[in-house]
């Protein structure tokens, strides 16, 4: 093709998976969706918004995989880059809210995921133990997650909202 849209078959197929294919990023985007007509051809339009709890994570395979954006390239995301953005975000975070950038990175992941163990979020945040013992303990504190009493080192989100 030449670039021009080539349309699409069938609009409620495509939106749902567009919709299902959301259930896959950490946390959410904020998107809406529209459908026009395009000479004769049937087009859907994603307005991605940007994020406020940046970076995004997709799972795949029961995986969380970090993803940066440059220019309209999605990239993934090194270790080192998830640590030089939590660290630059984080005095920003500091003044308006109760809880630091990387604080709301666990917590944004225990919104997707429900249930996450220490070693978990170690694997994919190259955060100590130590360090991420201090998280998960301030988010026990406001009860967005508690520990499982049944698993060593589980936790759970709960349905709080700070």
């Given at each position: 093709?030449?670039?021009?849209?080539?349309?699409i078959?069938?609009?409620?197929?495509?939106?749902?998976?567009?919709?299902?294919?959301?259930?896959?990023?950490?946390?959410?985007?904020?998107?809406?969706?529209?459908?026009i007509?395009y000479?004769?051809?049937?087009?859907?339009?994603?307005?991605?918004?940007?994020?406020?709890?940046?970076?995004?994570?997709?799972?795949?395979?029961?995986?969380?995989?970090?993803?940066i954006?440059?220019?309209?390239?999605?990239?993934?995301?090194?270790?080192?880059?998830?640590?030089?953005?939590?660290?630059?975000?984080?005095?920003?975070?500091?003044?308006?809210?109760?809880?630091?950038?990387?604080?709301?990175?666990?917590?944004?992941?225990?919104?997707?995921?429900?249930?996450?163990?220490?070693?978990?979020?170690?694997?994919?945040?190259?955060?100590?133990?130590?360090?991420?013992?201090?998280?998960?303990?301030?988010?026990?504190?406001?009860?967005?997650?508690?520990?499982?009493?049944?698993?060593?080192?589980?936790?759970?989100?709960?349905s709080?909202?700070?």
């Open positions: 093709n030449n670039g021009s849209p080539v349309g078959k069938n609009r409620k197929g495509e939106i749902e998976k567009l919709e299902e294919s959301l259930k896959f990023m950490v946390p959410a985007p904020d998107i809406s969706l529209s459908a007509t000479n004769d051809k049937e087009i859907i339009i994603v307005d991605v918004k940007e994020g406020k709890y940046k970076p995004y994570f997709l799972t795949s395979e029961n995986k969380l995989k970090a993803y954006r440059i220019g309209d390239i999605n990239l993934p995301a090194t270790k080192k880059d998830l640590k030089r953005y939590i660290k630059s975000e984080d005095i920003l975070f500091e003044s308006v809210n109760p809880l630091k950038k990387d604080e709301k990175i666990v917590s944004a992941l225990f919104d997707q995921k429900g249930k996450l163990s220490i070693s978990q979020i170690r694997e994919l945040l190259n955060f100590s133990e130590r360090r991420i013992k201090k998280i998960l303990n301030k988010l026990a504190k406001f009860g967005l997650i508690v520990p499982s009493k049944n698993e060593k080192d589980i936790y759970y989100k709960t709080e909202k700070i």
